[in-house]
């Protein structure tokens, strides 16, 4: 027999209240009980205002979400930022795409690309798509973030970091680590290291990893070695002026940790241009082993990120539903040595 909580009345203990349903929900937000349905599980013909009012009621009373039955992920929207949608960033982000894509692919999932920032109206380009589930690639302003998630469609980020959201990451930390120690190893004494904005998780923990491999070393770190690219500047502008910037010092460095391959490059040509033979005057570092790392006039000492494994690993994430509790999943990285950081005669320190 079905038990109707709404009639028991006093019967019920009050240290066990009933569970609200979707009939609750119906008479207190005042509309029919398919459109509480449609809301909940994000379907499309409702209005997003609608959507809302729907949301904020379940959360009101305390509707428990893990009753829904998870709806089946038809179609994906892959987001990435549009300050990353740039010639510099593509070389990353475009295996991640595909990673993504072939994983997608294997699964029956359509997926559609977006590249978006805070202006762009993100909520009404969603609802053109009407994806079932969103992976954000890159750095997202929380409050952007925060405006996908009141969408209540699952939600990953890739190369990006936040509390209660679930990621997947490269061992940035790690790398930044391994490519200092690098250096130290080769008896380099003036390790500089060029950053992006410190405000990127991948960016913050990658000159972590580097301060605290100068830290193990005993060495001072010496705030004029740590520069990042200037705002308000084209990526090639930027990081020519952080190179700059660190070979005019009265003290310059005999090696440069570059938080990725293109600043790395652009940091060889300045050295270069500048008179200095890579990598006997100075060795040069950078991160992701994109594949023009091995192009420049030495190829280049870098850690290898599988790009496509991070795409992969998002669409997994969402596809397990793993958004209560989120989850985080750190793919390793492997220092790869070239020429641009080790001569022949190179003897490591012991």
Not at 20 to 34: E, N, P
Not at 161 to 169: A, E, H
Not at 191 to 209: D, F, K, P, Q, T
Not at 231 to 245: K, P
């Amino acid at each position: 027999m079905r038990i109707d909580h709404n009639n028991i009345g006093d019967s019920v203990n009050p240290d066990y209240p009933a569970p609200v349903t979707i009939r609750d929900l119906a008479k207190h937000a005042g509309v029919s009980t398919g459109t509480i349905s449609r809301a909940l599980k994000n379907e499309p013909g409702l209005t997003e205002h609608t959507r809302q009012m729907v949301l904020s009621a379940a959360r009101e009373l305390g509707y428990d979400f893990c009753k829904l039955r998870r709806k089946r992920i038809r179609r994906l929207a892959f987001l990435l930022h549009r300050q990353h949608n740039t010639a510099a960033s593509s070389p990353f982000y475009s295996p991640v795409l595909h990673g993504a894509e072939e994983a997608c692919r294997k699964q029956g999932i359509v997926l559609s690309f977006m590249a978006v920032g805070p202006a762009d109206g993100v909520n009404d380009q969603l609802r053109m798509h009407a994806p079932d589930a969103i992976v954000c690639a890159g750095f997202f302003e929380p409050e952007l973030l925060a405006a996908l998630r009141a969408s209540g469609k699952p939600l990953v980020l890739i190369d990006m970091k936040l509390r209660g959201y679930s990621s997947v990451n490269p061992d940035n930390h790690m790398g930044g680590y391994l490519a200092t120690r690098h250096l130290v190893q080769l008896g380099r004494e003036r390790i500089a290291m060029i950053s992006g904005s410190l405000s990127h998780y991948s960016v913050r923990e990658r000159n972590r990893g580097y301060r605290q491999a100068l830290f193990e070393a005993g060495m001072l770190a010496d705030p004029r070695l740590d520069v990042s690219l200037p705002d308000g500047v084209d990526f090639e502008t930027g990081a020519q002026e952080a190179m700059q910037s660190l070979l005019s010092l009265p003290h310059p460095p005999d090696a440069v940790f570059c938080y990725n391959d293109a600043a790395a490059l652009v940091a060889m040509r300045c050295a270069l241009a500048a008179g200095l033979s890579v990598p006997y005057d100075l060795s040069i570092a950078g991160f992701d082993d994109i594949a023009s790392a091995v192009l420049g006039h030495r190829p280049l000492t870098t850690l290898r990120v599988d790009k496509k494994q991070l795409g992969a690993l998002g669409v997994e994430l969402l596809l397990r539903g793993a958004q209560e509790p989120a989850l985080e999943k750190v793919a390793p990285v492997e220092l790869v040595v070239r020429a641009s950081t080790v001569c022949e005669d190179f003897r490591p320190r012991k």
